[in-house]
């Protein structure tokens, strides 16, 4: 250069230098710009899919946990991540990744679960007090057993030990609402905050199918709070002795045959809700609540929840009328859903999160959500100005675009939440095996491929947190795209099931049966099924359950190669290894039957 005082600072002052081009990121000056693994990685090549298919790819987070059905943060900048299981513990991540050896909570002597395939019962909801770093409380929702052998769900609060910010206090619990379930499905479970300080509940319709208590059911009866949206004021008491207020502007306060609690009605089993944060910029769509609604017999629907609004259900599913004679009377004011999609699409929906990240820009907007039947991702693109909400596949697995250093190139089938992180990164749960008592679920968070925020642009520092319990370090399970890639070619081909680009996503458990398990919301689920059924969801089990190859393949990413054999080798001694191998792999095909048989006796 002919200016000598530009590269005499480049030498000397390297901050200075970054002053005088006016880079305020230095993961782009001099020397960094060539030094930085985020900027100079192999990061794989990006290819767009000719039919529409958003290709994202993901990252495994956590794995080894007994369905788990929600994560959630406390909001208090120390990036924490609480993911609970459905029989009753719930566990502390660290920003490290690492998980607290001690749970945060374990209340699985008291909350309603078994291990049947599907049932929908157990711990469900969890959200904390939009001022929990100073008040310390938060609440959960989960099934339960009275001493009088009926099944209820019990809203309740806890606080955190003053001592420990990782442990929860199980003697501070304090009831504030219980609901009498007349079945073991559809008991929702969703709890949060809205940007309003009050809390929303989501509550089944009560079970069974067709919503067939009373005349009207459950969902279009406002007296009670089954099949309804309820917000309350947990800051307070009411004066006729409720551990709760009313918000002096609920919808129905002033109807003598409603509840004061119910916010939206007309609602059949609203599976994981969320709040839109809002554009990062604008704030625009900040404070919606989304909802996916599971139907009956026909539609899947996304809801947007609106004051006063009622769904539809039992008189509608999706935009469809379900009861004939209830639709020709039903008013016209009904929500209609902002998506409904039919069974050749998927089965059973799980509710997913607007993302408003930072480390993914092109996703900002979309609504990200799943199929708990089939494992399908989907989003949606909300159409301004034709008031339409336009659907997208998510495609998961294509080597090209995932060819990234961690990315993996499947997950596990059956999706039961998704979460969100606290810097507002986008995640989801699921399981190859979906009984709250079997450790095969993971959790994942999304990565989009085709751009990436710039470095440093989405760093932050998380308040460090005192930890008294022993950290246990983080061991994926799951292989990545790199290093199937780079596996020998004598190994079984993985692009028969892994490059594929269409909606459908290569996944931990075997081919998919018609006869799916139901999901831990699912329509259909029973309490105890027997009979032919029984050993139908035995059945249903064992063509689930993880293949004995996964570990092994696990294990081998850290155990050393095989030597090779000689090549002088005898005839005899290559006979009496083949005998060996056979009579080992016979041992192991025994063993995993005894195993099974063991498994499926305790259904």
């Known amino acids: 250069m002919d200016d000598k005082h530009t590269p005499e600072c480049c030498e000397t002052n390297k901050t200075r230098f ?35 298919c958003l290709q994202l790819c993901l990252t495994e987070v956590a794995n080894g946990l007994r369905n788990p059905v929600l994560m959630v943060h406390a909001k208090d900048h120390t990036h924490r991540m609480f993911v609970a299981e459905q029989l009753g513990i719930i566990w502390v991540y660290l920003p490290d990744g690492s998980r607290l050896e001690e749970p945060f909570l374990d209340i699985k002597s008291i909350v309603l679960a078994t291990p049947w395939l599907g049932d929908e019962r157990g711990f469900l909801g969890m959200a904390f007090h939009p001022q929990h770093k100073y008040n310390r409380k938060f609440y959960v929702y989960y099934s339960y057993m009275d001493k009088n052998r009926v099944e ?11 001592s420990d910010v990782n ?30 300080g009050y809390m929303y509940l989501f509550t089944g319709d009560g079970g069974k199918a067709g919503d067939p208590f009373g005349k009207f059911g459950n969902a279009q009866n406002k007296s009670a709070l089954l099949g309804k949206v309820l917000r309350i004021d947990v800051d307070g008491k009411s004066p006729d002795g409720k551990p709760y207020r009313i918000p002096p502007d609920n919808p129905f306060v002033s109807d003598p045959t409603a509840r004061p609690e119910v916010y939206a009605y007309g609602v059949r089993n609203m599976w994981r809700c969320a709040v839109d944060r809002g554009d990062p910029v604008t704030k625009k769509g900040r404070g919606r609540i989304f909802c996916g609604d599971v139907g009956q017999n026909r539609f899947e629907e996304i809801d947007i929840i609106v004051k006063g609004g009622n769904y539809g259900w039992r008189v509608k599913e999706g935009f469809e009328c ?21 069974r050749n699409v998927g089965k059973s929906v799980t509710g997913g999160y607007v993302y408003r990240g930072c480390e993914s820009p092109n996703l900002n907007g979309l609504y990200i959500f799943g199929d708990f039947m089939n494992g399908r991702l989907m989003a949606l693109q909300e159409e301004e100005k034709a008031n339409k909400w336009k659907k997208q ?39 190859s095996y979906p009984s709250a008592y079997a450790p095969h679920g993971s959790l994942y968070k999304f990565i989009d491929p085709a751009r990436r925020a710039p470095p440093g642009k989405c760093k932050y ?12 370090p983080f061991l994926p399970r799951a292989k990545t795209v790199l290093e199937l890639l780079n596996e020998p070619s004598t190994t079984k081909p993985w692009k028969k099931s892994s490059t594929s680009t269409a909606a459908f996503p290569t996944v931990y458990s075997n081919k998919v049966r018609k006869t ?44 050393p190669a095989p030597s090779k054999p000689k090549k002088k080798s005898s005839r005899l001694t290559r006979t009496k290894k083949l005998l060996q191998r056979k009579a080992a792999l016979a041992e192991e095909k025994a063993e995993k039957r005894r195993r099974e048989r063991r498994l499926s006796s305790s259904f």
């Open 322 to 342: 379900y009861d004939t004679k209830l639709c020709h009377n039903s008013s016209l004011d009904d929500i209609l859903p902002i998506f409904a999609y039919g």
């Open 18 to 52: 970054c002053n005088l081009l006016h880079l305020h990121d230095e993961d782009y000056c001099f020397p960094n710009v060539l030094k930085n693994t985020a900027l100079n990685r192999n990061l794989g090549l990006v290819v767009e899919d000719g039919r529409g």
């Open 152 to 162: 209820k769900i019990r809203i309740s609060e806890l606080k955190v030990l003053a």
């Open 461 to 472: 520092k998380p308040v460090p947190v005192k930890t008294k319990s022993k950290r246990i």
């Open 393 to 431: 596949d998510i495609c998961i697995g294509s080597t090209k675009a995932c060819a990234f250093p961690g990315m993996i190139s499947s997950y596990s089938k059956f999706i039961i939440s998704f979460a969100e992180d606290e810097a507002g990164e986008l995640y989801f749960m699921s399981t």
């Open 167 to 196: 442990k929860a206090d199980p003697l501070s619990e304090r009831n504030l609402l219980e609901l009498e379930e007349p079945a073991a499905n559809h008991n929702g479970g969703q709890l949060l905050f809205g940007v309003d």
């Open 516 to 559: 799916s398990p139901t999901k831990i919301k699912a329509s259909r689920a029973k309490p105890a099924p027997s009979g032919k059924k029984r050993r139908k969801i035995r059945t249903e089990a064992k063509h689930h359950r993880p293949k004995q190859t996964e570990k092994v393949a696990h294990t081998s990413r850290t155990t």
